[in-house]
């Protein structure tokens, strides 16, 4: 990437949606150059691109003149407001390949999601929006290899839970400035909490504007502010997003029609209201995030798993471990001797995603099958005692029987190399992935890459070890800080750096690599870097 590249895209200005000159040859068949009516910038929530394919991507943006506005949408008017974009193949914006304009509406609070196709796949393209003479900040974003082609590299960063109150979001910026030409979000991208009920030690450094996220007006609200933050406008800015949610993006460890609290008197959740939540819910994630239509939600149905191919490199199996899930054993939490968590028609995923996604590993020929997900996905039993389980009943451990259908599906397809990301437990870990942990001499025949939190639960202790992992072998690593993860993917290996910050509760802390390994190609489990 040049050096205006650099400059465009994580200078002082890039949060502030400066207005950029358009060359004329760039501009001259742009019809919103009319007056939008906005006299303020509308740019204030960035702009964002994902979906990669190999001819094509999502360009996403949404107008706000004032992003906290109470109602949800941004101090916008009633009226539908035209929305120029262009695609180019510089980041001066010079050689444009694409252009096009969209009507945004009240009704989708102004957002703009366009599928751009037409383009050549493996290559860099930037992007920009124009209403009236407003010009949003300057984009970077990729399109995927051809399908049959096997590029030499693929820089992949992933990332999850980014509590707002508990710091700042440095830890996007500096995943920016690693210059990922990918980024998975493995989840509660935002918060639903009011100011003041979830307080890390100390204090929180920042707060929600806004009550608890229950209705349509609150989740367009809660999207905004974080939106609004310049560093997570530079991590959206430098390359394409997949994205996927957990629970925090509705409701607290919500599964399929079960809120967190049945009759909750504040948020008045009943099983009927909770659909009605999780319908405002998904339609606000919808408006908020570069999706195609074909994550359109329908009420409180949406459909986000998906699998996204990187050539010959990869497949990202994008999951959704919250919508189809049977609800979790005996009250949620940590539980002991939990028999019922064995059992065969117990789901985390749903029939037809287990299906999909044990289908997509008999199709697969892909150097590597990258499972995208949310939750801990190795066993972690915190008793020493044999006889005894004491597992999380949020996590897969209270789905045994999914878990071991996915990892058996995976080694009965012979996939090549396979790779579980995961988010949730504001904790690195990394673990050996086996199909039967009971077993000591069970090889292991895959590997999870847990990330930390960009925030959540404030600037942690920076142990790199933890009690359980004396009688649990196979989880590898741990480190209590925040941060995300980067890897370099090439036939060959994966290379990954577990990146940390040295705090999150004040701005501007320089990031570093706590520890780093390597997954080679065809042999499961992990490897020391070198």
């Known amino acids: 990437m040049d050096a205006i590249s650099r400059r465009t895209l994580l200078g002082a200005g890039l949060g502030a949606g400066a207005i950029i000159a358009l060359p004329g040859a760039a501009s001259a068949n742009v019809s919103t150059a009319q007056d939008s009516g906005l006299r303020t910038d509308p740019f204030t929530l960035g702009v964002a691109s994902g979906e990669p394919s190999p001819d094509g991507f999502v360009l996403w943006t949404r107008l706000a003149v004032d992003p906290l506005a109470e109602n949800g949408l941004g101090g916008m008017p009633t009226r539908p407001v035209v929305v120029a974009w262009e695609v180019a193949e510089d980041a001066r914006m010079a050689r444009i390949v694409a252009r096009g304009v969209r009507r945004t509406t009240i009704d989708e609070a102004h957002s703009v999601h366009v599928e751009v196709s037409g383009l050549r796949p493996g290559r860099e393209y930037f992007y920009r929006f124009r209403a009236g003479r407003h010009l949003s900040m300057t984009g970077r974003t990729l ?45 509660d991208y935002l918060y639903e909490y009011r100011k003041d009920s979830y307080v890390i030690d100390g204090g929180n450094p920042r707060d929600h504007a806004g009550p608890e996220t229950v209705s349509l007006e609150g989740y367009r609200q809660r999207h905004a502010q974080y939106k609004s933050d310049p560093d997570l406008q530079a991590a959206h800015a430098i390359a394409p997003w997949l994205v996927v949610w957990d629970d925090h993006e509705v409701d607290n460890n919500w599964a399929d029609d079960v809120p967190e609290n049945v009759n909750a008197a504040e948020q008045n959740d009943t099983l009927e209201r909770f659909r009605l ?8 994630y919808y408006e908020n995030m570069p999706l195609r239509a074909s994550s359109v939600p329908t009420g409180p149905d949406m459909k986000i798993y998906r699998t996204l191919q990187w050539g010959q490199l990869a497949n990202f199996h994008m999951m959704d471990t919250r919508q189809y899930r049977d609800d979790q054993l005996a009250g949620d939490g940590w539980k002991k001797n939990v028999a019922e968590r064995l059992a065969e028609n117990r789901t985390i995923t749903g029939d037809e995603q287990e299906k999909w996604l044990l289908d997509g590993f008999r199709s697969s020929t892909q150097q590597w099958d990258i499972l995208g997900q949310q939750v801990f996905f190795a066993e972690r039993d915190r008793d020493r005692a044999p006889e005894v389980d004491d597992v999380s009943m949020d996590g897969w451990d209270g789905y045994a029987a999914s878990r071991r259908r996915i990892t058996q599906g995976w080694v009965d397809a012979n996939v090549r190399n396979a790779v579980v990301l995961t988010g949730d437990v504001h904790r690195n870990w990394a673990n050996d992935v086996k199909v039967d942990y009971k077993d000591p001499q ?13 925030t959540s639960t404030g600037n942690g202790n920076g142990a790199t070890s933890d009690p359980v992992q004396a009688w649990n072998p196979h989880l590898k690593f741990y480190n209590d800080q925040r941060g995300y993860v980067n890897t370099r993917i090439t036939k060959d290996s994966m290379a990954v750096d577990f990146r940390v910050l040295d ?18 190609d065809g042999v499961a489990g992990l490897q020391a870097a070198g």
């Open 277 to 284: 939540r999780r319908a405002a819910a998904f339609k606000a």
């Open 143 to 187: 399109t995927s290899p051809a399908p049959r082609e096997t590029p030499a590299a693929l820089a992949m960063a992933f990332a999850s839970c980014a509590q707002y109150e508990h710091g700042y979001f440095t830890g996007y910026r500096r995943l920016a400035e690693d210059h990922p030409d990918l980024v998975l979000h493995l989840g």
């Open 503 to 520: 705090y999150v509760t004040t701005p501007g802390s320089p990031i570093g690599t706590k520890a780093s390994f390597r997954i080679d």
């Open 442 to 454: 069970s090889p292991a025949v895959g590997t999870e890459l847990v990330c930390t939190s960009v």
